[in-house]
């Protein structure tokens, strides 16, 4: 069972482009939304992170899109740079005031941004 | 500083073998997890520690075994590596509770068993 489902698994842009990366989740109980970015040989490390209770959130060049109704979250990269090029996966988490912290992570999406 | 240290980064065993991995964390963190990361990508938990009280279990075989002898400490132990087995391991941490919960990661373990 997938709970978050994360798409496209690859992408490809040019300096510059927009990439955009989509996911979807299905437990309506889950109120974290993060976004994690891992460099080969690197641990994941928190990019950008929303709650159900906003529909965009803005980090430098990074946005997240947030829809409840739909239950899809989506990352945007503005000015996309070579250095972006990475592995990108989000994630849900959420129980409530007893939260573990326990991240639920989509299948990740590896993006390229061409020179 | 780092954060969130795990050591080994590489391990190379034969199948059969019993192998443990180690992870500290100094940011102060009360609940401490297991991630496996697979061929493909994929992250999924296995275990989580809070103030050295297991709070996760995920469906793991009963040969892997984690510790946690303070909230600062959580290692793996597994017992009878099997080909299976090979993946890379993430140690995180993060503060129980928190309306935002945000995990810190460590490097990973990447065990191969032969």
């Known amino acids: 069972q997938q709970q978050v489902k994360q798409s496209p698994q690859s992408l490809i842009v040019q300096k510059g482009g927009i990439p955009i990366i989509n996911c979807a989740y299905e437990?309506?109980?889950?109120?974290?939304f993060p976004w994690y970015q891992q460099f080969p040989g690197k641990g994941p490390a928190l990019l950008i992170a929303?709650?159900?209770?906003?529909s965009e959130k803005k980090e430098g060049r990074f946005t997240i899109s947030f829809n409840k109704s739909a239950k899809q979250f989506s990352l945007h990269i503005m000015d996309s740079q070579p250095g972006d090029s990475a592995t990108y996966f989000c994630?849900?988490?959420?129980?409530?005031?007893?939260?573990?912290?326990?991240?639920?992570f989509g299948q990740g999406t590896t993006l390229q941004v061409k020179p | 500083d780092t954060a969130v240290s795990q050591t080994p980064k590489y391990l190379v065993t034969q199948m059969g073998n019993d192998k443990s991995i180690k992870c500290e964390q100094n940011?102060?963190?009360?609940?401490m997890y297991w991630y496996k990361q697979d061929s493909k990508k994929f992250l999924k938990i296995m275990f989580s520690?809070?103030?050295?009280?297991?709070?996760i279990n995920e469906t793991v075989p009963n040969r892997f075994s984690p510790k946690s002898p303070d909230k600062a400490h959580l290692n793996l132990h597994i017992n009878s590596l099997e080909l299976g087995d090979s993946a890379v391991y993430f140690c995180?941490?993060?503060?129980?509770?928190?309306?935002?919960?945000?995990?810190?990661f460590g490097q990973g373990t990447r065990l191969t068993v032969v």
């Open positions: 995180a941490s993060s503060l129980y509770g928190q309306f935002v919960p945000e995990a810190f």
């Open positions: 437990n309506t109980a889950f109120d974290y």
């Open positions: 929303i709650r159900p209770d906003v």
């Open positions: 994630a849900a988490s959420g129980e409530g005031s007893s939260n573990t912290g326990k991240l639920i």
């Open positions: 940011l102060g963190h009360d609940t």
């Open positions: 520690y809070n103030n050295k009280e297991l709070i």
